[in-house]
């Protein structure tokens, strides 16, 4: 990172495609610069995956350590060949019926690779993004992009190109602005280098289709022994995608039971003269309304009919209640299929407590 570098924003439309603001762009990654881009999940800030310089400025630029690696973003499913080596079959199958797409594939690593994006392993992770700015910015660029999604480290995935400015303004060059991401989760990470393939980070493509393709895909633990690890041992668990305020998830198999007792704590937080938010599905708002008068904060994160409007908005809604400064929130956790598992998964990372209510 260059001490107060000057970061310039620029509006781009998918229609028009802006050619000159991307060619800039491309510009810029070729002298070895950072450029935040679109992609169909969150901003990804890219470099050059073959130039271990600017690979490594994108570690310093978020504050992120060098031991967690970079995802290498292509162009095409056939680019795969300038990334990775022995490639198996089934990469190939997932890649025709994913990509573009939120899936990233870890594959042993290309020698023309360099360590700083593998952090020193032998393996890479790679995927095609669905999203015509970053693959018009990727091909004009002329490399493989690396790109981890565009917060400072530790803070939510950005999903709008004002959450990028707010991590990383003075740190980077340019940011392509092409309003929020549609997914608004990262991908699904998927390991083909074991055996049987394990996913790595529930995301974008969901374990339910995953398994139409891969039915003995493994997954890195159960994501919800996580969760229910959390309640016996807090703090344990690295943590991740961390608010500024606590954040206190709230699960049990009567709902009317959970609210009743998320409504009690935020009663106890008030009047403690702290502040306190929530962030809850829309069905949900009736419950909160008296608190709401009383001065909690709450963010719709859209109907539970609509899981894939929820993962939209998640991020968006942390770093609202975290721009209000409040003391604490409160969520309580979804259902672990489809997109559920990817959202809870990101939930359990940032929360400081999990509360199981009992019926
Ligand atoms: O949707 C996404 O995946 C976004 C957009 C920008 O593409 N990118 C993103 O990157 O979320 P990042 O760096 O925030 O997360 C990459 C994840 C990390 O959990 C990292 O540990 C894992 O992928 N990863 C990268 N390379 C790996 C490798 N060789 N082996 C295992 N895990 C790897
Ligand atoms: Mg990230």
């Known amino acids: 990172m260059e001490p107060q570098i000057r970061t310039q924003i620029f509006p781009i439309s998918i229609k028009t495609s802006d050619h000159q603001i991307l060619e800039n762009a491309a510009t810029l990654i070729q002298e070895g610069r950072l450029v935040a881009f679109p992609t169909e999940t969150v901003y990804g800030l890219g470099a050059d995956a073959f130039n271990p310089e600017a690979v490594q400025s994108i570690f310093i630029a978020k504050d992120r350590p060098s031991t967690d690696p970079l995802i290498v973003h292509i162009e095409s499913i056939e680019a795969l060949r300038t990334v990775a080596i022995n490639i198996p079959e089934m990469a190939w199958k997932l890649a025709n019926r994913f990509w573009p797409g939120p899936l990233t594939l870890i ?65 980077i060059s340019m940011i392509l602005d092409s309003g929020p991401t549609d997914i608004g989760l990262e991908s ?35 994501f919800l022994t996580e969760s229910k690890q959390k309640q016996i041992s807090p703090g344990q ?61 709450i963010e719709n994160l859209g109907s539970i009919e609509h899981i894939d409007i929820i993962a939209k908005n998640l991020f968006g809604c942390i770093r609202n209640l975290d721009s209000k400064n409040v003391d604490i929130i409160l969520m309580h956790m979804l259902h672990d299929n489809e997109l559920g598992l990817a959202i809870n998964d990101r939930l359990v990372r940032a929360s400081n407590d999990i509360l199981w209510i009992d019926s």
Not at 111 to 134: D, E, F, L
Not at 192 to 219: A, D, H, M, W, Y
Not at 257 to 285: F, P
């Open 107 to 171: 594959l042993e690593k290309h020698p023309k690779i360099p360590n700083a994006v593998t952090s020193g392993g032998n393996t890479v992770a790679v995927r095609v993004p669905n999203h015509q700015i970053a693959l018009k910015f990727i091909s004009l660029s002329g490399c493989p992009i690396a790109a981890p999604s565009a917060n400072r480290f530790s803070k939510p995935s950005p999903t709008q190109a004002h959450h990028v400015w707010n991590d990383l303004h003075g740190r």
């Open 188 to 222: 699904t990470v998927l390991d083909l280098t074991q055996s049987p393939p394990c996913i790595l980070r529930p995301g974008g493509i969901s374990l339910e289709k995953l398994k139409f393709i891969l039915p003995n895909v493994n997954t890195r633990t159960s």
């Open 237 to 297: 668990l690295f943590k991740h995608y961390s608010p500024n305020a606590a954040l206190l998830l709230f699960n049990g198999d009567d709902s009317r039971n959970v609210l009743a007792a998320m409504v009690a704590h935020m009663e106890q937080i008030l009047n403690k003269q702290q502040s306190v938010g929530a962030m809850l599905v829309e069905e949900h708002l009736a419950f909160f309304h008296n608190l709401q008068q009383k001065g909690a904060l």
